[in-house]
Structures are given as structure tokens and as C-alpha cells.
């Protein structure tokens, strides 16, 4: 019995050092938290570089939804996930961008901020920002310390994924089907995230109505706007946030505020050959909601107006104003 209770905890202990040697092998896209981390990561580091002015412009040619396929595939693959990343070279996707090394600074910032905000550990972010770091040659054209420099007129956005450079701009969308609930004659899930991801994109960066955005969660925001979306025209979507006129008080949006957000919603939906038919439903049902989201006194064509101080961004999904996710 005593050298069984040896045995025992001998084996006890090769385990748990067994167990420590598999805790350090891990691969650092397991120690991130795997695909749906870093998916939230990603998204919220574009959202801070769409949004901000040092940076966005150099992807002014660009398609967020591409954009945010390509980067979740290029982290996933390169952190050693299951992922499998199509997309051109950073040599090649960033030839003729004239990327400053002042610019490749603001997008470092932005990776920390966000890294930062998921309190992703100091080793991982150590090796996230040495490997960005180690891209530094392919992306930086320009030694300069300037930043917000246009993007010069013959970069060529990189393709679709999957698609020969010289068949993207002649590839056509698939059509949605045309009849049945607007949503299935957007395209379901797929096409409504891929507009909702652009429209969200040009928002952002529109300096026009942005600022109304400064202290709301993108991450949040867009998923609360997707499961609005598919669920206001008729997806099976939950729509769980707060209502239009609940989420906008104190916000403070101009006629003119409101209108860009038009605009950009327009942008998107022609850039997606959304059908006639259905942009003037989509339209519609934003143009109904105005009185929601402007009140009567402020409807004036000023753009571009601070965020009162007063304003509270609505909470997370499921999780009401006064619990103790929302004081932390």
C-alpha cells in the first residue's frame, strides 16, 4: 500500500509537470484565446485605425470587410492557427501605399491600445509586437516622421481573397435572390455583415459624424448593429441592445450628422450593387427612425459636433447599466 501511495504521487507529479511543459508549448494563438480572440482583436484594432487620422487615409482604396478577412486569416495563420491566409504578401499588398515610418508608429499605437484594452498579457503582447515589428521593411516605404499623407493615386488595393489580381476589379457579385423577406433578398447573414462591416468602416473614419462614435465600443457596435439589421428585416436575429431613441439620447445628432450617416449607409450599399428595390426599403426604415435619433432642436446641417459630456454609450449586449460589467 506505501508503494502504491508512492506511485501514485510520483505519477501525480509527472503529470503536473507534464502539464507545465504543455502550458509553455502552447502556440501563442492558443495562448490569445484562440480564433473568436483574436477576431475581436482584430476588429477593434481596425476600427482604432479607420478611425484614426494619422493612419486612414492609406486605406481609403481599401474594403473594410476584405480588409478585416484578410487580417483575422494573416493573425490566426501567423500565431500558428488553423487558419489559412490567401491574401497577397505585406511586400506586395502594401507596394505603392508610400507608408511613412511616422504612420507604421500611429498603427503600432493603435495595436497596443487595443491589446491593452483586452488586457492581453505583456509575453503575448511582446510577441504580437515583435512580429508586427519584423514586417516593418515590407510596409514602410517613406523614413519620414510624417503621418496622415494621401495615398498616392497608383496604389492598387490588394484583391479579394482567392481572386487573381487581374480578375478582381472584373469579378462581379452574386446576385441575392429577389424574392422572400428583404433579408434573404440582401443575401442573409453574409451580406448584411460584409455591408454592415463597410458602412460601420466609413463612419469611422467620416469625420463628419464620427466623433458622436468616440466612446462607443466598435466591437459592440457592430455586432449590435448586424443582429438590428437582420433582425428589422426579417433574419432570425435576436436583437438584444437598447432601443434607437434610448441608445441616442443625450447624443446630440444633427440633421447634418444624420445625413452623413445616409450617405455612408448609400456608399456602401452601391459599392455592394445592393438592388434598387431593396436600398429604398433599407433607406426607408433609416429614414423612419430620424425622429429617434434627432431631436427637433438640433436639427441643423452642422457636422462634425463634440459628443456631450453627459452621453452614456449603451451597454454590452445582455448586460444592463447598472451591473457590475458596466462599473468596471
Do not use: W
Not at 11 to 34: D, N, P, W
Not at 157 to 171: E, H, K, V
Amino acid at each position: 500500500m506505501k508503494h502504491m501511495k508512492v506511485i501514485v504521487l510520483g505519477l501525480c507529479l509527472v503529470m503536473t509537470q507534464f502539464g507545465s511543459v504543455l502550458a509553455q508549448s502552447k502556440s501563442l494563438y492558443e495562448r490569445l484565446g484562440g480564433k473568436e480572440a483574436i477576431s475581436a482583436v482584430v476588429e477593434d484594432f481596425a476600427s482604432n485605425v479607420l478611425a484614426d487620422t494619422r493612419i486612414n487615409k492609406k486605406f481609403a482604396k481599401s474594403d473594410p470587410a476584405r480588409l478585416l478577412a484578410n487580417l483575422k486569416d494573416f493573425v490566426c495563420f501567423a500565431t500558428g492557427g488553423p487558419c489559412q491566409y490567401k491574401g497577397l504578401s505585406m511586400k506586395e499588398s502594401h507596394k505603392n501605399m508610400g507608408t511613412t515610418a511616422g504612420e507604421f508608429t500611429a498603427l503600432v499605437e493603435d495595436l497596443v491600445k487595443t491589446l491593452n484594452k483586452f488586457k492581453v498579457p505583456e509575453k503575448e503582447q511582446k510577441e504580437l509586437l515583435g512580429a508586427l515589428a519584423s514586417l516593418k521593411g515590407d510596409i514602410v516605404e517613406s523614413e519620414s516622421t510624417a503621418t496622415g499623407t494621401a495615398l498616392p493615386s497608383n496604389f492598387k488595393p490588394a484583391p479579394p481573397l482567392g481572386t487573381p489580381a487581374a480578375a478582381a476589379s472584373t469579378a462581379a457579385p452574386t446576385a441575392p435572390p429577389k424574392t422572400g423577406s428583404l433579408y434573404d433578398r440582401l443575401g442573409g447573414m453574409p451580406a448584411i455583415s460584409a455591408v454592415v462591416e463597410d458602412f460601420a468602416g466609413n463612419v469611422l473614419a467620416d469625420i463628419r459624424i464620427s466623433k458622436k462614435f468616440a466612446r462607443s465600443d466598435a466591437t459592440r457596435l457592430v455586432a449590435n448593429l448586424k443582429d438590428f439589421v437582420c433582425n428589422a428585416t426579417g433574419g432570425p436575429c435576436q436583437y438584444k441592445g437598447l432601443s434607437m431613441k434610448e441608445s441616442h439620447r443625450h447624443m446630440r445628432v444633427t440633421g447634418g450628422e444624420f445625413n452623413a450617416l445616409v450617405e455612408d449607409l448609400v456608399k456602401s450599399l452601391d459599392k455592394f450593387k445592393v438592388g434598387e428595390r431593396e436600398k429604398k426599403e433599407l433607406l426607408g426604415a433609416l429614414a423612419a427612425l430620424k425622429e429617434d435619433i434627432v431631436k427637433e432642436k438640433y436639427d441643423t446641417p452642422a457636422t462634425g459636433t463634440e459628443l456631450p459630456k453627459k452621453f452614456k454609450p449603451a451597454p454590452p449586449l445582455g448586460v444592463t447599466k447598472g451591473s457590475k460589467a458596466m462599473k468596471k
